[in-house]
């Protein structure tokens, strides 16, 4: 005779885990939502500001003023924030559009080239600079700091090497690629519509698509996400060769801009466009962040430029201005990020 003794069932303690991770989900994006709010909410107090101190400021002219100059600091931020999200940082940004600027300028300098040849190079370009940032981060291990403040010298090196001091005439640029940068549909130029359709092919990625959240799952926990199968090194060389692509584009677009390229181009945006992304809610430690938040943050710094600029105030208050809000977007997020670890420590108590 057998005898069959049942185990006591064990509490279902993992059916709660789903729902603190689902809360705790909820109170990141509430949080990251609110800093985006705020951001937007400071603009408007910004431009109503300027508008009051000088009515021209808001005039055709002065609004489509902002949205060119805001539209390649919003696609760097855009490829930047991809990079960030992953808990890395790209220094040479601003050197690579010099780059690409000036090679997409000798290439049609003289020629009757289209425009998708021209935007087709630039990518090229930066993505060739991408490629090697990022294989050197990923599978070199090298830290992101080293490999691309490196970058930013070499890159530089090379563009002052080629150029030799020579300049890039608008004279010289055919008509097609200039009316890219002048031109507008409806009122609207076309580089901001290429730069909010770039933002929202990448804010769709990112929310939609897994490689996107494995990007946020990397930049929370590197170890986690390795432990879950995500494959790292090909998601952060991704991310670096995005960027660099993206950097690049921007170059070509820089061109079509301003029609006159020297091999200084974009020289110190690395600063704009970090401040830019940091002080949209994108965490400089990595995980947490939209694209969204960058763009707002870059109008934002180029708004401020416009303004003081409107307002006679001294250029240099521009930097300084950027530098105080990094620094106070640091602590901000600093600040947030252990309240938010205490908050959930608490729900997960209960």
Known sequence: MSVTIEKPEKPDQPAAAPETARSARSLVDAVFRAREISIA??????????????PRFLNDQGIKD???NAAILVLLAVGQSVVVITRNIDLSVGSVVGLSAFACGKFVSGTDHGVLTVLALGILVGAACGIVSGALVSFGRVPALVVTLGMLYIIQGVDYWWAQGE?????????PVLDLGSGSVLGIPYLPLIAFAALAGTAYVLRTYRAGRELHA???SPEAARLAGVPIRRRVLAAYLFSGAVSGFAGALWLARFGTVVADNAHGWELTVVSA?????????????????????????TTIGSALAVLKVDSFWQDAIAGALLL???????IVRVRMTRALRKRSAR
């Open 41 to 54: 909410g400071a603009l408007v107090l910004l431009v109503l500001f300027t508008w009051i101190a000088e």
């Open 66 to 68: 902002l949205l060119l």
């Open 167 to 175: 300049q890039i005439n608008a004279a010289d640029v055919p008509q």
């Open 218 to 220: 990397i930049g929370s």
């Open 277 to 301: 992304v940091v002080v949209g809610g994108v965490a400089i430690v990595g995980g947490t962040g939209t694209v969204w938040g960058a763009a707002l943050g870059a109008l934002l710094l």
């Open 328 to 334: 106070a977007a640091i602590s901000v997020d600093r």
